[in-house]
C-alpha cells in the first residue's frame, strides 16, 4: 500500500491542508482523489520515507529520493531560505502556477515573509524598478 499525501492550494476549501490517501498505488490514490475532491486540489506527493516522493501538478512536477513528505515540504522552505533577492521571489510569485507546492500551507506563509522582509529592504523606487522588469505575462 502507498500513501499518497494530496495538498490544497490558495482559494480552495482547504487551502493550506492536506488529505492523505492511501491505496494499491499511486494512481488508485490520484482517482479516489478525483472522486472525493473534483479537481479543487493542487499537488500529489506519494511515498514514505525510503521510496521516491513525486511532488505532482499539471504544470510542475519534481521528484526526490528517499524523504518523506514532510522532508520534502523542508526542501522547499530551505530554498526559500536560500533565494537571494526580492527580484527572484516576485518571478516566482508572478510566474509559477496557482497551487504550486511554494504557495500552499506553511512554505508559502514562509515565502510571504521572506519575499516581504527582502521588499522592505529596498526603497519605494527600487520596488517599483524591480516590479518593472518582472513584468507581468
Known amino acids: 500500500m502507498i500513501k499518497s499525501y494530496f495538498t490544497f492550494g490558495c482559494g480552495q ?23 472525493r475532491f473534483g479537481t479543487q486540489w493542487s499537488f500529489q506527493y506519494d511515498g514514505e520515507k525510503g ?31 536560500s ?3 526580492y527580484k527572484q521571489m516576485l518571478c516566482f510569485w ?12 506553511e512554505v508559502e506563509a514562509l515565502f510571504c515573509k521572506v519575499m516581504e522582509g527582502k521588499k522592505q529592504q529596498l526603497s519605494y523606487v527600487e520596488q517599483v524598478t524591480v516590479s518593472k522588469e518582472v513584468g507581468w505575462k
Open 83 to 85: 533565494m537571494s533577492s
Open 13 to 35: 476549501k482547504h487551502e493550506g491542508g492536506y488529505h492523505v490517501i492511501e491505496g494499491e498505488d499511486p494512481e488508485a490514490n490520484r482517482k479516489e482523489m478525483f472522486r
Open 51 to 81: 521510496e521516491k516522493v513525486i511532488v505532482e501538478h499539471p504544470a510542475h512536477k519534481v521528484e526526490w529520493d528517499g524523504i518523506t513528505f514532510e522532508e520534502a515540504q523542508q526542501k522547499l522552505k530551505q530554498r526559500i531560505n
Open 94 to 105: 508572478r510566474y509559477l502556477p496557482a497551487g504550486h507546492a511554494y504557495f500552499q500551507g
